[in-house]
């Protein structure tokens, strides 16, 4: 298109072949103008799943030799960075990207320079990661019979991801377990989240949560709940996926009831799942001393302790000296009486004890003395029998 009075030349849907030399011819007069034409392509169009590394193409067309271009790359948030070249010719430079997060979304800049020609030209381009905000690996504690939320917030609709997808939960007890599909979700193109539960497994969909947040609710843990809970997106065949380690802790006292003066009783906590090397267990007890407090050691996944004081003693989770969850287990003090009744019942078993010991000596004294005395009347009515044999013979 002509724009006038200027004379202006508009080259519209610009192609690399459209690169060369352009003059305009007035009467006698004559000025040329170089057009350079760069082409810049991503891979996948752009859509990626978080931990994908895209792939950058930069092409590049003129009438003059081409020259040899420095090329660096800015993140959405203005931060350099660095891309491993795969091939580099004059004309076509490709580069590969780091692994991308949630949060790459956004406008990036390739910046092209040169200096002969002089070129400094910045191209935009959008990127869009369709992730979770949660870390990839996420760990969460909780106590025997309380409430868990496990959540999994999406970026959806704030990257406005135009495409659908879908996903599901699963839970694993451990690494090496087979896996248990929960529930399974699909989202379309306008952003409406449908869950569909496929599982018995005791847990709950809670209602009113956000629209891009995927949640399974645990109403009361069991100690058996424990393991991995993966979210796993799904879109074109690629998929990309969030875990929750879910770590439940219990505690038991042997034996189980009021503590007696001069008795013993063995606390234990424990916790389901592997600790980081920064956490482990303390049972303390409340307002007591330091002789009550007993620490695990490391990967330590039980630890007991022997107490004879009464109270109320706690057992709690420590990773980096903050304490992530607390359990208490209150060991009551035995009433006078039962101790009396106790000591009593010892005393009255030891002499119950020693008497039943000396009624079996003397039974078996007597018993003892039957059996000689049935053998001597046995001897002597052999003998009798003996001696009027012998007379009857005569």
């Not at 009624?359 to 000689?372: D, E, F, K, M, P």
Request: charged share 20%.
């Amino acid at each position: 298109d002509i724009k006038m009075p200027h004379k202006q030349l508009h080259v519209r849907n610009l192609k690399l072949s459209h690169a060369g030399i352009y003059t305009c011819e007035y009467d006698s007069h004559k000025v040329s103008t170089t057009l350079h034409v760069f082409h810049l392509t991503i891979s996948l169009d752009g859509h990626f799943l978080q931990n994908e590394v895209p792939e950058l193409i930069l092409m590049q067309n003129s009438s003059s030799p081409l020259p040899d271009l420095s090329i660096t790359l800015f993140d959405s948030n203005n931060n350099r960075v660095t891309a491993e070249v795969q091939n580099k010719s004059r004309q076509k430079y490709i580069m590969s990207l780091k692994k991308l997060e949630a949060m790459d979304s956004g406008t990036w800049v390739c910046r092209v320079r040169s200096d002969s020609p002089l070129i400094n030209q910045n191209i935009s381009f959008a990127v869009k990661v369709l992730g979770f905000q949660n870390p990839d690996l996420e760990r969460k504690y909780a106590t025997v019979d309380s409430t868990v939320i496990l959540s999994w917030r999406l970026n959806s609709q704030k990257i406005k991801w135009k495409e659908g997808f879908t996903g599901q939960v699963n839970w694993k007890q451990q690494e090496s377990a087979n896996a248990h599909e929960l529930l399974d979700f699909k989202v379309t193109a306008q952003g409406q989240l449908d869950e569909t539960r496929k599982s018995s497994f005791l847990f709950e969909i809670p209602e009113g949560k956000h629209e891009s947040t995927i949640e399974v609710k645990l109403p009361k843990v069991h100690f058996n709940h424990s393991g991995q809970y993966q979210c796993r997106l799904e879109y074109q065949g690629r998929y990309a996926q969030s875990t929750i380690e879910l770590v439940v802790m219990k505690v038991s006292a042997n034996p189980v009831g009021p503590l007696s003066r001069g008795a013993n009783m063995t606390l234990t906590c424990q916790v389901s799942g592997p600790l980081p090397p920064n956490a482990y267990l303390r049972w303390e007890r409340v307002n007591g001393t330091k002789m009550d407090i007993k620490n695990s050691k490391q990967h330590e996944l039980k630890l007991e302790v022997n107490i004879s004081a009464a109270g109320l003693w706690s057992c709690h989770l420590i990773e980096d000296s903050d304490r992530k969850i607390s359990l208490h287990y209150h060991v009551e003090k035995a009433p006078v009486w039962i101790n009396s009744v106790i000591i009593g019942a010892s005393v009255g078993g030891s002499l119950l004890a020693f008497a039943l010991g000396c009624l079996c000596i003397i039974s078996g004294i007597s018993w003892q003395r039957r059996r000689q005395r049935a053998k001597r009347m046995a001897q002597a009515r052999q003998y009798l029998l003996e001696n009027k044999t012998c007379q009857c013979q005569q």
